[in-house]
Each structure stands twice: as C-alpha cells, then as structure tokens.
C-alpha cells in the first residue's frame, strides 16, 4: 500500500465577486448613429483561503467608446473556490493559471454579455480564451521556465 495521497480537484462554489456597470454618457449615446469601439481586458488572481482552498477570480473589463465619448464600462470579476490537494507543486501553478480560469470564463462572458444588453447594447460575445498561453506568457516575462512543456493539442 502507498502513502501517496490522491489528487483532488473540485469546483466548491463558482460566484460573481464583483460586476459593475457604467453609462457615463447615456442617453446621448443611444441617439449616435457610430459603432462604438470595444476594448477587452482580462485578468485572473488566485488567494489561498486554506491548506486545500483557493479562490480564483477571472476579471473581464469591456470598454466602448467613439473618439473620447465612452459608451459603456462593463466590469465582471467572475470567482470560484477550488478545493485541490494532493497535487504536486509543480503542476499547482497550472491548475491555478490555465485550468481554473478556462472554468471560470464561460461565466464571465454570460455575464458580460448579460450586463451589456440590459445596458440597452447588443450583448458583446466574448471569443474564447486561451488561458494556457497566457499564462506560458506571464512565465516567460517572469523569465521562468515551466516546471514540464505544455500539452499540446493537434489541430
């Protein structure tokens, strides 16, 4: 018999942390005719609540704006508590930066999309993201190497 641990990894509570939603120059941009440009910005942060709890938050901020006007400000922090344990190190980080925020997106993005059409907008269908690379990125700026290369995928 092992001593070895399994590996647990469990979605506890997935939750909007925070949403916001701002028409700083409504209803004057109801009656322009221009299509707005769309800024999209994301983010993801991850705290550790206990020995085997983590919070992760996936922030998705929307801008549109037409020259200096600002149409809409849509700000979704999109959350989930993630039980893990029994992980090796090495692939914590992973879990935590590619595996939690491709949950957590699906999410973020109905609830963009949500808040954007009750702003009186055509809802805004966020692309998908590719979490994996971003966080490769993020090592690579760290100047880091990861702890195994990554899985690739066939096309």
């Known amino acids: 018999m092992t001593d070895q641990q399994q590996a647990v990894f469990s ?7 925070d949403a ?19 800024e999209i ?3 993801s942060n991850v705290e550790k609540v206990s020995d085997t709890l983590y919070d992760v938050v996936v922030t998705v901020t929307a801008t549109a704006k037409q020259a200096d006007k600002t149409y809409f400000l849509v700000e979704v922090a999109q959350a989930g508590i993630f039980q893990i344990h029994g992980v090796p190190e090495q692939d914590l980080q992973p879990i935590l930066g590619i595996a939690c925020p491709n949950i957590l997106f699906p999410y973020a993005r109905e609830a963009v999309a949500d808040l954007v059409g009750r702003a009186g907008f055509p809802p805004i269908h966020l692309a998908p993201v590719n979490f994996e690379a971003i966080y490769m990125q993020r090592l690579q700026q760290q100047g880091a190497q990861p702890a195994r290369p990554p899985i690739q995928t066939a096309s």
């Open 41 to 43: 910005q994301l983010s």
């Open 11 to 17: 979605i506890e509570k997935v939750y909007v942390k």
């Open 20 to 38: 916001s939603l701002e028409l700083p120059n409504a209803p004057r941009v109801f009656l322009e005719s221009q299509t707005p440009q769309v």
